[in-house]
């Protein structure tokens, strides 16, 4: 496969997406409206012709879906690493395809999350290695493609806000497809 692949960080106003805002973003300067709890991959596919995402959903990682079925999002933002092979990294993670969500490890994110609030800091104590989170998935996509600064990344460590963070450093912003704004 060819063409154009692109980081996409979103939000929802979903009680799950504001809660995740709330403890990812308590002492960050990032104005609310630019604030994300979610993140995915979308390509432009040179097979199907047409802007595909590999999402991760409470289904699990779900591969190749036209934009226009993703969930809608309230605010979206676009990322290309232009001297990045993310197709490599796509290709790498293929075994990832179809895991399930990590929904044990999300809670003990959070209670992490809770915690960092009042300045403990606590690796995710609990994640099953055979399921995963929407930044987990793209961290992993990132450090697979050969990304620059990701080395250190242990990927189930990493949020949408950090991908945020990185993204605004080594990214370029991109505007979002077409078809993923019309899903909105």
Not at 46 to 65: F, H, M, N
Not at 68 to 94: A, F, I, M, N, T
Not at 98 to 116: E, M, P
Request: include cysteine; hydrophobic fraction near 40%; aromatic fraction near 12%.
């Amino acid at each position: 496969m060819s063409g154009k692949v692109l980081i996409a960080l979103s939000a929802s106003n979903a009680f799950y997406g504001k809660l995740l805002r709330k403890a990812l973003y308590e002492h960050s300067k990032t104005p609310k409206d630019e604030q994300v709890n979610h993140a995915f991959i979308v390509y432009k596919s040179s097979d199907w012709q047409d802007w595909r995402a590999v999402d991760i959903q409470e289904k699990g990682v779900q591969p190749t879906l036209p934009v226009k079925h993703l969930k809608r999002v309230d605010y979206v933002e676009c990322y290309e690493l232009p001297d990045v092979d993310l197709w490599k990294g796509l290709r790498s993670c293929k075994n990832d395809l179809y895991k399930k969500y990590d929904w044990i490890g999300l809670i003990f994110g959070f209670v992490r999350l809770l915690l960092a609030l009042v300045g403990w800091k606590l690796k995710n104590p609990i994640h099953a290695h055979n399921r995963l989170f929407c930044s987990e998935y793209v961290a992993k996509v990132l450090k697979k493609s050969g990304a620059p600064a990701v080395d250190h990344w242990a990927p189930a460590n990493v949020s949408p806000k950090d991908l945020q963070d990185y993204l605004h450093h080594y990214g370029k912003k991109a505007p979002p497809p077409t078809a993923l704004i019309e899903a909105m």
